[in-house]
């Protein structure tokens, strides 16, 4: 098992909705937007015309169907996970919380291909805030080959690209900008685990020589989010 350690001591951010809008209440200041709302806000038209032209291809209604099934086998491949990772459920025993067989496979599938290299786990679904800015939770913190690395698992219908992630990037970033400023940290690692329903696994990394690229996006895209508050 992973050696569990604490070195920093995470708050619990609570959301709360204000002038209809949901927010994560936080120790620092106001209530400030998602990390996930401020890239679905500030999406890019290509990939909002590429899902829309899916959804006409396959149906509504079986666009819909597609939709929930895989949230649903994805949260509950999250649950498992983490579990494993907070040490309250351990490989070999019976996993009592909600899942399917499918869920149970693909967090199989993860733990096998990444516990040879997780040498820390600092914690797992952490709340994190980059003051007066944006929050959000990203599913592990830790060390990763020898890095302190933001961890996020990811479930998917088929493979993936690289270049069809920028948003897991982009999210990765803003969780180490965020870990940084409020823990005095230099996490410059982001790891993507990710488990296709053929439980074939992917592993995404983006190292010290391109976070810089990614924390430059990340913090373009939130200017334009607030950018468009304004108007």
Known sequence: MTKIIAPYKYEELSRKSVE???????????????????LSATKPKEAVRALNEWKKRVGEEQAQKITTEAAGNGTMMHDQLEAWNKGTWTRGEKYTGNSTILSRKMADVI??????????????????????????????????????????????????????????????????????????????????????????????????????????????????FYNLQDK
Request: glycine share 6%; aromatic share 14%; hydrophobic share 35%.
């Open 111 to 224: 733990m096998d291909n990444i516990e040879p290299h997780l040498e820390e786990v600092w914690g797992a679904e952490v709340n994190l805030c980059y003051p007066e800015v944006y929050a959000g939770t990203t599913d592990l913190l830790g060390v990763w080959k020898g890095k302190p690395t933001i961890m996020d698992y990811k479930q998917a219908n088929k493979r993936k690209k690289r270049e069809w992630i920028d948003d897991y990037f982009l999210q990765g970033a803003a969780y180490a900008l965020a870990h940084n400023e409020l823990y005095g940290t230099d996490i410059k690692s982001i790891a993507i685990f990710m488990c296709t329903r053929d439980c074939e696994f992917q592993l995404f990394e983006c190292g010290e020589d391109e976070f810089d690229y990614w924390a430059t996006k990340w913090s373009e895209r939130v200017a334009e």
């Open 20 to 38: 209809g809008k949901r927010l994560y209440a936080n120790p620092w200041g106001d209530p400030v937007p998602s990390v996930t709302t401020i």
